[in-house]
């Protein structure tokens, strides 16, 4: 992911066909055939799901094997230097919309569909004919009760802690990359070790709190509206943090090899870049699932 920013003159770089990202989708879709299984509760859900999982993250290595030896052998220049950062940019930007959609359902659920289901407004009275005992309260199961009661995470236990630990991961990477930029490369692998283990440290409490809500509070990804919700946010921004963590242990690793100078290493920032993204992210979700 990095490149090495020469003289603007130098040929374009165009790599050779791969058969890497044909290779990752067959990952990717045998990881989601084991997933749809298991949620389903039908049987053969291991050996897809263990075998997806397997082959992406080889192949995402790889992939990285050969971007790497491609960056550093001086075969990008600076026009693909500005490829790198155009092509990142936009994929922040569509991953910015994947999680509005997810946003947007939850506004639309609590602030529109809830309300009408309630009896809000005068035209349409469903909640008399089908439900008149519905209540417009959130969180919510539905009117069908879908998945009976359940009790809400606690936004100042693990979220809360999850919130610190991610912001301190926001510190650390830029320091580290301060430290990159003087050339203070002994400080910057340590800062970004720190990183590696707020991520996963992360990922551990977030573990943890769905083994409590699943098990003590009755809040499954089947609890109606809000069970889908909650679970399908946070779910996802723990898929996004799960792939940046792999993404900062290699550009760690890198960085331990002598990879990345002062003034060119931008697959250094663009893993900056993502993990500040999943930063912002996390807060909105702390403020909009958790709190509000």
């Not at 790599?15 to 749809?36: D, H, N």
């Not at 039908?42 to 971007?67: S, Y």
């Not at 919510?140 to 009661?149: Q, S, W």
Request: negative net charge.
């Amino acid at each position: 992911m990095a490149t090495h920013a020469t003289d603007s003159k130098q040929p374009y770089f165009v790599p050779a066909p791969s058969v890497w990202p044909f290779l990752l989708t067959l990952g990717l879709a045998a990881t989601l055939l084991g997933v749809s299984h298991l949620l389903e509760g039908k049987a053969f859900t291991t050996i897809p799901l263990i075998a997806g999982v397997v082959i992406a993250v080889a192949i995402i290595f790889m992939w990285f094997r050969d971007v790497i030896s491609e960056s550093e052998t001086g075969k990008y220049g600076a026009q693909v230097d500005m490829t790198y950062r155009w092509g990142m940019g936009w994929f922040i930007f569509s991953e910015v919309m994947f999680f509005a959609a997810f946003f947007g359902a939850l506004f639309y659920a609590r602030h529109m569909a809830l309300p009408w289901l309630g009896g809000a407004g005068e035209k349409l009275s469903t909640n008399l004919l089908l439900w008149p005992d519905f209540e417009n309260t959130w969180p919510t199961n539905g009117p069908g009760e879908i998945g009976g009661d359940f009790e809400t995470v606690s936004a100042w236990g693990l979220p809360f802690i999850n919130t610190l630990l991610l912001l301190s991961s926001g510190v650390t990477i830029t320091i580290a990359h301060h430290a990159l930029k003087d050339a203070k490369r002994l400080k910057c692998i340590i800062f970004m070790w720190a990183t590696v283990a707020l991520g996963a440290t992360f990922l551990y409490f977030q573990a943890e709190e769905y083994i409590h809500a699943y098990h003590e509070l009755n809040l499954t990804l089947g609890s109606g509206i809000y069970g889908s919700t909650f679970f399908m946010l946070t779910g996802f921004h723990g898929m996004h943090v799960t792939l940046g963590t792999f993404m900062l242990i290699v550009i760690t690793l890198r960085l331990m090899k002598g990879h990345f100078k002062p003034d060119s290493h931008f697959g250094f920032e663009g893993v900056a870049w993502y993990w500040h993204f999943v930063d912002v992210v996390w807060v909105g979700l702390f403020v909009f699932v958790y709190i509000l």
